[in-house]
């Protein structure tokens, strides 16, 4: 390193820890470029709130597909928030550390496993019991609410637990000693006190769950419509971008990256909640 | 008498708090000083201020000079590096780098550029005999530094130190969590490393300072109260101050 | 009406119990259900056969060496750039607007969906740049992705070696660089390890990013310019187009056993790291 000495060193460090921002950057300007330019040429309101969507008449209303993108990411939190929620909870209140440190892990590996397996499991078992005793075709907003509420898990788990033990033990000895059952110390001062973490567990859930993509195209049936029920077939923004990406042209195209604008605006906006989420928990401490 | 460090009315702040006030003090060479002072009287601060470990803190601030043989060691064109090269310090926990006996000792020479096998494994035997570890560790020095005990791990820091072939060195409590074997291990060093260094020794045991050194400063809430002979300061201090604390009547 | 809060414990403490085991035995089925269909498929031939009829009989072959290229072109890449971030990040710089803006990217592009990095690979290094659909292509796009766990991982570890090595270092004459490249990295390189390991898993795994980029040709690559299919791409389009569920089940299992035998790995490097610092 005698070739380019400290400062040259720290110059070429700071440079490389540049590449995360640019990349980003990066992203946002290309995903922008292609995408803006259409949606103003098509009209905003037309883009966002027209039900039509058919390219091949030139129809490119995404309506269906964000109200179906906010259906299956809401039901998603009422499958994965409470139960991630619970078992966050037990390991890090009553579990003993031996088991939080089995378990733990465990957990996280079902972030591991790759989405595609999610949608496959979905479309073989899931859908045909909700098909079988439920009616309707199975693949479903319902499958897509499940299987996301599941695969969402791990991140509610990890990051809740994170926020659970950052509360200062003097809190809970405080309550135990004024004669409260560990479970009315736990949710009278644990979790007020762990709130905005556990806030930030589940604004990042949901920004998984909305970008989603092969685990939803699988089992959540794919047509393009605003769901009534539970058990209808439907197609998030995400998987409307992966459907016709491999043969879109055109101004097809330039819908699709509109799609993923609208995407990544809202990703945004989630991951900025969260991140102020986690900055308050932190502070706290 | 030969001056290795001339300080002149140096202070040193940590953010707002000040460590030191307005020290004036010479360090003779070839000399031990003992620095003595209770917990919070800037003895470390002052250490740190001869090989500017100190500015390694965040919102540190030093006024006044620091004269190292006549030259200001603050001064921007002064090379740090080469300064700690010749001002090494040993810490008061023992802190070997997890690597083993052998590499902990020739770590700063290896820095400087030195890969000769020969000259490498004749500087480790030099500095590990010279630090009286040598018969302890001849024939494990692969060994990890980490699995040494803490007696030994506080030899092997002096001996790391030692390799550098420094001017000057300086010791942060050396023996504050060792047993009394070790101890005197150390000091029976440091009594024959005076003759080629210059050693201050900063100890929280007025006992070890009234041993080893030849000169005694006391220091007291980052004020310099008094320096002189060792002989001087345990017999005939010259302010009260020193006295009560000599004598354990402090506080 | 006040119930005893002895009731409500016992009922608050057997719920939660009662979640946590549903959700291990969510992850337990899984694995199970698609190791018992796929591991009767799988079998020496099945890994080294090349496939026949779109994948509807043969083997895998070429999705192995597909799921093994594009990881390993993946953190090739991030790696260096990941590590010199966290570098810098946890050394060289104290908490500035400037690493306040790294932070925030890397916490954004983290939180960025896979068909977001899908749809950015395939305008920027299939179309833009005219890489095509390729390895290159898939790889980059990967490395984008995998960017934010090596960056994080990285600097947890390197934030957890003890700052009195740093001082030591230091006060030996040692430069910033040296005590990075001597004490600083050495002691942190399980840590990063294991970040690398997790990214390995996820890329092996991932299919909206790679099928847009990397494409789906069923050809042993030749060269970093062709287009390669991994396993999960092609496990997504046996399954997706109805071509065989058996070979699907097969490619699943592979699938599954490679992305647990990574994570695994992962985890017992961070554990011996772990047990070793303390």
């Not at chain 2, 360090?27 to 500015?55: D, H, Q, V, W, Y």
């Not at chain 2, 050396?174 to 440091?190: F, M, Q, R, V, Y």
Request: glycine share 8%; with cysteine; net charge positive.
């Amino acid at each position: 390193m005698k070739l380019v000495g400290e400062k040259g060193v720290q110059r070429i460090l700071m440079i490389t820890a540049l590449s995360a921002i640019s990349s980003l950057l990066l992203i946002a300007l290309f995903i922008f470029s292609e995408g803006l330019p259409f949606i103003f040429n098509y009209g905003v309101g037309n883009f966002l709130l027209a039900n039509e969507w058919d390219p091949s008449t030139g129809h490119f209303g995404i309506f269906p597909m964000i109200m179906s993108s906010v259906w299956v990411t809401l039901g998603a939190m009422v499958v994965g928030a409470p139960l991630g929620i619970a078992g966050a909870i037990f390991l890090s209140e009553y579990a003993s550390p031996i088991i939080m440190k089995i378990v733990k892990p465990t957990i996280e590996l079902l972030a591991a496993i790759p989405s595609v397996v999610y949608g496959f499991i979905g479309v073989m078992v899931l859908a045909p019991i909700i098909r079988n005793n439920l009616g309707g075709p199975g693949l479903s907003l319902l499958a897509g609410c499940i299987i996301l509420g599941i695969m969402i898990l791990p991140t509610v788990i990890s990051i809740s637990i994170d926020s659970i033990l950052a509360v200062p033990r003097s809190y809970r000895e405080g309550s135990l000693a004024l004669g409260a059952t560990t479970w009315q110390t736990t949710h009278m001062v644990t979790i007020k006190a762990a709130r905005s973490g556990i806030v930030a567990s589940i604004i990042l859930g949901l920004g998984r769950a909305i970008g989603e993509t092969m685990a939803v195209i699988m089992v959540a049936g794919n047509s393009v419509n605003i769901p009534n029920s539970a058990l209808d077939s439907v197609r998030t923004l995400t998987a409307n971008i992966a459907l016709e990406m491999s043969y879109a042209t055109g101004m097809h195209r330039e819908a699709l990256f509109a799609t993923g604008v609208i995407l990544f605006i809202i990703i945004m906006i989630l991951n900025s909640i969260a991140s102020v989420a986690i900055r308050n928990r932190n502070a706290k401490k | 008498m030969n001056i290795k460090f001339k300080i002149e009315n140096l202070s040193v702040y940590f953010g707002k708090e000040q460590f030191l006030n307005n020290v004036n003090l010479e360090i003779e060479a070839n000399k031990i000083l003992g620095i003595i002072g209770p917990s919070g009287s800037g003895k470390s601060t002052l250490l740190g201020a001869l090989n500017r470990m100190n500015e390694l803190e965040p919102h540190c601030r030093t006024e006044g000079t620091v004269l190292m043989d006549g030259v200001d060691i603050n001064s921007s064109t002064y090379d740090v590096i080469n300064l700690r090269k010749k001002v090494g310090i040993v810490f008061a926990m023992p802190v070997p780098l997890p690597m083993s006996i052998y590499e902990n000792v020739v770590y700063g020479v290896r820095l400087s550029g030195v890969n000769d096998k020969k000259k490498l494994d004749e500087l480790v035997e030099k500095s590990l005999t010279e630090a009286f570890l040598w018969n302890e560790v001849k024939d494990r020095l692969n060994l990890s530094g980490l699995r040494i005990s803490g007696g030994q791990q506080q030899r092997l820091c002096l001996a790391r130190v030692l390799a550098m072939e420094p001017e000057a060195i300086l010791l942060d409590e050396p023996s504050s969590g060792l047993d009394p074997i070790s101890t005197s291990k150390i000091e029976d060093a440091l009594n024959q490393l005076k003759e080629k260094y210059t050693i201050v020794l900063v100890t929280n045991n007025t006992k070890q300072a009234a041993r080893i050194s030849d000169n005694t400063a006391y220091f007291l809430l980052g004020d310099m109260i008094e320096v002189g002979s060792t002989k001087q300061i345990f017999t005939a201090p010259l302010k009260k101050e020193t006295d009560d604390y000599i004598t354990g009547r402090f506080g | 009406m006040r119930v005893n809060p002895k009731y409500t414990q016992w009922g608050a403490v057997t719920i939660l119990t009662g979640a946590t085991i549903f959700t291990i035995l969510i992850l337990v089925f899984i694995i199970f259900f698609i190791l018992e269909k796929g591991l009767p498929v799988l079998g020496l031939s099945f890994l080294t056969e090349n496939p026949q009829e779109m994948g509807k009989a043969g083997g895998i072959f070429p999705t192995l060496i597909g799921t093994i290229i594009l990881p390993v072109f993946a953190l090739l890449i991030a790696t260096p750039l990941g590590i010199s971030t966290s570098v810098y990040l946890a050394e060289y710089t104290k908490e500035t607007r400037i690493t306040k803006v790294i932070r925030f990217g890397t916490d954004c592009l983290a939180g960025i969906p896979s068909i977001i990095f899908g749809l950015f690979g395939y305008i920027f290094f299939v179309i833009t740049l005219g890489l095509g659909w390729s390895i290159l292509s898939g790889g980059l796009t990967l490395a984008v992705m995998v960017l934010p766990t090596i960056i994080r991982t990285s600097e947890e570890a390197i934030r957890a070696v003890p700052n009195s090595y740093r001082k030591v270092s230091f006060s030996l004459g040692a430069s910033r660089w040296q005590t990075v490249k001597k004490v600083v990295l050495p002691n942190a390189l399980p840590g990063i390890v294991t970040g690398i390991m997790l990214s390995v898993g996820r890329s092996i795994g991932e299919t909206a990013a790679v099928i847009f980029t990397a494409g789906s040709s069923l050809r042993i690559p030749s060269s970093v310019f062709d287009s390669t299919r991994t396993m999960a791409v092609h496990f997504y389009i046996l399954a997706r187009e109805g071509i065989s569920s058996e070979n699907a089940y097969g490619t699943a299992a592979t699938l599954i056993i490679a992305v647990l035998f990574v994570n695994l790995l992962a985890y017992y490097t961070m554990h011996r790291f772990i047990a070793k610092r303390s």
